[in-house]
């Protein structure tokens, strides 16, 4: 596994730590496939009772490597750009296999948790955060949309109203307002977020493990999930095509206001 993801078990719980501190824990595809390979680890390991996930350094993650969005054509060939749907759905299918644990995820979230981040952290049971969090999806911002599940996770989560406020102005909540808003479950102190993580566990795991997962696809199940991501993914080929796309890209790695085209 990539150093970039660390994992570490505790007794019956795992923990998953985005390790890129210098950069924010920016998330790019090397993370997102060792991320992927940390789930498949808890889903094998037998004994656990819960996963954590949670940042190294100064921030729970910055969100997608906005640079690294430039280099696809590296990755997947000069035509990346109408290979859009297959992409998108690389990296939905690791947050779905997440959200598909049959074990509680909890996201510790501390600094910021935005764009790619946030829709991580969507894809877990329960989400604790410190005072002073930052939280939100920008994607608007740079011509696209949260298409890695946020859109339709946080429509579940908070209702279409407030989905809508937060994904059409891409702009960050502090952590307080976030959990009356009902994205977050809890806002402690910073020192206090791993104490409030092993309350919660301990809590957890007096219930019977079968059916803490059981009642997990049942209730994830009330939602048609795969018909929202599809949705994401077609949207989102069209915007990467897009002039739009491109200059709100650029705008953003030099650090300038974009001139929006509606092309």
């Keep these: 596994m990539?150093?970039?993801i660390l994992t570490r078990q505790r007794e019956s719980v795992l923990e998953i730590v985005l390790n890129r501190p210098d950069k924010r824990n920016a998330l790019n595809l090397e993370m997102l496939r060792a991320l992927d390979t940390a789930v498949a680890q808890a889903n094998r390991t037998p004994g656990l009772r819960a996963v954590l996930i949670r940042g190294e350094g100064k921030?729970?993650?910055?969100?997608?490597?906005?640079?690294?969005?430039?280099?696809l054509a590296q990755t997947y060939g000069p035509h990346w750009q109408q290979r859009m749907r297959a992409i998108t759905?690389?990296?939905?299918?690791?947050?779905?296999?997440?959200?598909?644990?049959?074990?509680?995820?909890?996201?510790l979230l501390h600094g910021y948790c935005l764009g790619l981040a946030l829709e991580l952290a969507l894809a877990c049971d329960l989400r604790l955060a410190a005072v002073g969090t930052q939280v939100?999806?920008?994607?608007t911002r740079l011509g696209m949309i949260p298409?890695?599940?946020?859109?339709?996770?946080?429509?579940?989560?908070?209702?279409?109203?407030?989905?809508?406020?937060?994904?059409f102005s891409g702009r960050q909540l502090d952590a307080a307002l976030a959990e009356q808003w009902?994205?977050?479950?809890?806002?402690?102190?910073?020192?206090?977020?791993?104490?409030k993580a092993a309350e919660l566990v301990a809590e957890l795991v007096q219930a019977a493990p079968l059916a803490v997962g059981m009642a997990k696809r049942v209730i994830d199940g009330l939602?048609?999930?795969?018909?929202?991501?599809?949705?994401?993914?077609?949207?989102?080929?069209q915007l990467f095509s897009s002039a739009d796309f491109m200059e709100g890209a650029q705008a953003f790695l030099m650090k300038r206001p974009p001139q929006w085209q509606g092309k």
């Design 2 to 4: 990539s150093d970039l």
């Design 59 to 71: 921030a729970f993650s910055a969100g997608i490597d906005v640079s690294a969005l430039l280099l």
């Design 89 to 107: 759905d690389e990296f939905q299918s690791i947050f779905t296999r997440l959200e598909r644990l049959e074990l509680p995820t909890i996201a």
């Design 136 to 139: 939100g999806l920008p994607e």
């Design 147 to 167: 298409d890695v599940g946020g859109t339709t996770r946080l429509t579940r989560l908070v209702g279409v109203a407030r989905a809508k406020e937060l994904i």
């Design 182 to 195: 009902g994205m977050v479950n809890y806002v402690v102190p910073a020192a206090e977020l791993d104490s």
């Design 223 to 237: 939602a048609d999930l795969d018909r929202g991501l599809q949705l994401e993914a077609w949207a989102q080929s």
